[in-house]
């Protein structure tokens, strides 16, 4: 007897699907079988065994979001961080746990300072939970140390509604304050606090919001908690104290405190010239001159601790170094085509302390110059009018642009201005040169 070929073709089908059930249900048991494996491997402190095994159980059945979420742990204890963002966020994908792995990739994307990823794993996070408090304290904390205050505040707010905890009403505390909403400040601050007194960032924005009311002696109070019973190598606590301390005019204190602060930053630059700034504000130059020459063995380029350990130098007689700081100050100065009232002040000090080398400083108005010294001049225009001014102490001399004398008025001491029509045609460049009465110049 023999069957119908359409019947054979029918039962062939039945019998494939029938195998192909229990292969995929093989390999789904293979897989299930290795992410157990890894997970003993693990447990035991066999990271690659552990990690071979579930990228094992990942290639037999890669919809198994269990295998990514435990790759993920295994990765973490090698301190592959991208590693374990990346797979959190495919087991989060993947359907697995989804909540709480989107969480864990975000929190790792942003420890990377990957922000953009952060956010991505947050707003899927929240796409399944809106008021998932994790996600929301997370974002919350994001756009707070990006400083975008706003949507701090109101992502914080959606967090306090979601659960009241002292983290939430930090945020949103914090960011009232910057957006300068201050008895809501102090209302969530104070909240804060309340529900977890050991939460020194609550306590530092408080201070930081004394310091603006004048209110020193609290400000030193609440960075003292700080100190003395949370961090005692709190640096911004140390900061906020020592500027607490030089407002109550106590300089041996804040020199003390943002001396601390500094050891403890590796000689952060910032910090090194707000000490500086203390020394001069209280006279001591010679320690004034030690903080900025840090500073400037640090960054070779910083106009302002040259033009302060200059005056640090005149103010202690030492003509010689002042003057050396001043026309260092005055390269950096013609190199970079910046600021012209610290240029003429430099020139002025070159001058008063007996250089007389001084050359004119030059400032083209219009047209617009870029950073490669280009003009933007109209496409088209047959003329352009090129205005400009001259800065210099002594009587400027002779003014020359592209080699023809060009006439200047003297708007007010120590400032010359000129104004002259250029012809396009043919024209590639423009000189413009300065001469003063030492017969410096300039171009």
Same mark, same amino acid.
């Given at each position: 007897?023999?069957?119908?070929?359409?019947?054979?073709?029918?039962?062939?089908?039945?019998?494939?699907?029938?195998a192909?059930?229990?292969?995929?249900?093989?390999?789904?048991?293979?897989?299930?079988?290795?992410?157990?494996?890894?997970?003993?491997?693990?447990e035991?402190?066999?990271?690659?065994?552990?990690?071979?095994?579930?990228n094992?159980?990942?290639a037999?059945?890669?919809?198994?979001?269990?295998?990514?979420?435990?790759l993920?742990?295994?990765?973490?204890?090698k301190?592959d961080?991208l590693?374990?963002?990346?797979?959190?966020q495919?087991?989060?994908?993947?359907?697995f746990?989804?909540?709480?792995?989107?969480?864990?990739?975000?929190?790792?994307?942003y420890q990377?300072e990957?922000?953009?990823? #952060?956010?991505?794993? %947050?707003?899927?996070?929240l796409?399944?939970k809106?008021?998932?408090? &994790? +996600? $929301? /304290?997370?974002? !919350? @904390?994001?756009?707070?140390y990006?400083?975008?205050?706003?949507t701090?505040?109101e992502?914080?707010?959606?967090?306090?509604?979601?659960?009241?905890?002292?983290?939430?009403?930090?945020?949103?505390?914090?960011?009232?304050?910057?957006?300068?909403?201050?008895d809501?400040?102090?209302?969530?601050?104070?909240?804060?606090?309340?529900?977890?007194k050991?939460?020194?960032?609550?306590y530092?924005?408080?201070?930081e919001?004394?310091?603006?009311q004048?209110?020193?002696?609290?400000?030193?109070?609440?960075?003292?908690?700080?100190?003395?019973?949370l961090?005692p190598e709190?640096v911004?606590?140390?900061?906020?104290?020592?500027?607490?301390?030089q407002?109550?005019?106590?300089?041996?204190? #804040?020199?003390?405190? %943002?001396?601390?602060?500094?050891?403890?930053?590796n000689?952060?630059? &910032? +910090? $090194? /010239?707000?000490r !500086? @700034?203390i020394?001069?504000?209280?006279?001591?130059?010679s320690?004034?001159?030690?903080?900025?020459?840090?500073?400037i063995?640090q960054?070779?380029?910083?106009?302002?601790?040259?033009?302060?350990?200059?005056y640090?130098?005149?103010?202690?007689?030492?003509?010689?170094?002042a003057l050396?700081?001043?026309i260092?100050?005055?390269?950096l100065?013609?190199?970079?085509?910046?600021?012209?009232?610290?240029k003429?002040?430099?020139?002025?000090?070159i001058?008063?302390?007996g250089?007389?080398?001084i050359?004119?400083?030059?400032?083209?108005?219009t047209?617009?110059?870029?950073?490669?010294?280009?003009?933007?001049?109209?496409?088209?225009?047959?003329?352009?009018?090129?205005?400009?001014?001259i800065?210099?102490?002594?009587?400027?001399?002779?003014?020359?642009?592209?080699?023809?004398?060009?006439?200047?008025?003297?708007? !007010?001491?120590?400032?010359?201005?000129?104004?002259?029509?250029?012809?396009?045609?043919?024209?590639?460049?423009v000189s413009?040169?300065?001469?003063?009465g030492?017969d410096?110049?300039?171009?």
């Amino acid at each position: 007897m023999f069957l119908p070929i359409h019947f054979l073709k029918k039962l062939l089908y039945i019998l494939f699907i029938i195998a192909f059930g229990f292969c995929n249900h093989a390999f789904a048991q293979n897989a299930k079988h290795h992410i157990k494996a890894g997970e003993q491997f693990l447990e035991n402190g066999l990271t690659d065994a552990a990690v071979e095994e579930f990228n094992k159980a990942i290639a037999l059945d890669p919809e198994e979001g269990k295998a990514y979420s435990s790759l993920a742990e295994a990765l973490l204890v090698k301190g592959d961080s991208l590693a374990v963002a990346e797979n959190y966020q495919k087991a989060a994908a993947l359907d697995f746990d989804a909540v709480h792995n989107y969480h864990l990739a975000a929190d790792y994307y942003y420890q990377l300072e990957n922000t953009g990823k #952060a956010l991505e794993s %947050i707003e899927a996070g929240l796409l399944i939970k809106p008021k998932d408090i &994790d +996600l $929301l /304290l997370l974002k !919350a @904390q994001i756009y707070y140390y990006q400083k975008e205050y706003t949507t701090s505040y109101e992502v914080s707010a959606a967090a306090i509604k979601s659960k009241d905890l002292a983290l939430a009403y930090f945020y949103n505390g914090a960011s009232a304050f910057y957006l300068g909403d201050i008895d809501e400040a102090e209302k969530n601050l104070e909240k804060a606090i309340i529900r977890d007194k050991n939460l020194a960032e609550a306590y530092l924005v408080i201070a930081e919001m004394q310091l603006g009311q004048e209110k020193y002696e609290y400000a030193v109070d609440n960075c003292s908690m700080v100190l003395l019973l949370l961090d005692p190598e709190n640096v911004r606590a140390l900061v906020l104290r020592s500027r607490a301390f030089q407002a109550m005019n106590e300089p041996d204190d #804040a020199i003390s405190d %943002i001396t601390k602060a500094i050891g403890l930053s590796n000689n952060n630059e &910032d +910090l $090194l /010239l707000e000490r !500086a @700034q203390i020394n001069l504000d209280y006279a001591l130059y010679s320690d004034a001159i030690h903080d900025y020459s840090i500073v400037i063995s640090q960054n070779p380029s910083s106009l302002e601790s040259y033009q302060n350990r200059a005056y640090a130098y005149e103010q202690l007689g030492k003509t010689d170094m002042a003057l050396s700081d001043y026309i260092i100050l005055q390269g950096l100065l013609e190199s970079s085509g910046r600021n012209p009232e610290l240029k003429l002040y430099t020139q002025n000090r070159i001058f008063e302390l007996g250089e007389e080398t001084i050359k004119p400083v030059v400032e083209i108005e219009t047209p617009n110059i870029n950073d490669n010294l280009e003009l933007s001049v109209e496409e088209g225009l047959q003329k352009f009018t090129l205005r400009g001014i001259i800065l210099d102490n002594s009587d400027l001399k002779e003014l020359k642009v592209n080699n023809s004398p060009v006439s200047f008025v003297k708007e !007010a001491p120590g400032r010359y201005v000129f104004s002259i029509e250029l012809a396009t045609s043919n024209l590639s460049f423009v000189s413009v040169i300065a001469m003063n009465g030492y017969d410096n110049e300039n171009t």
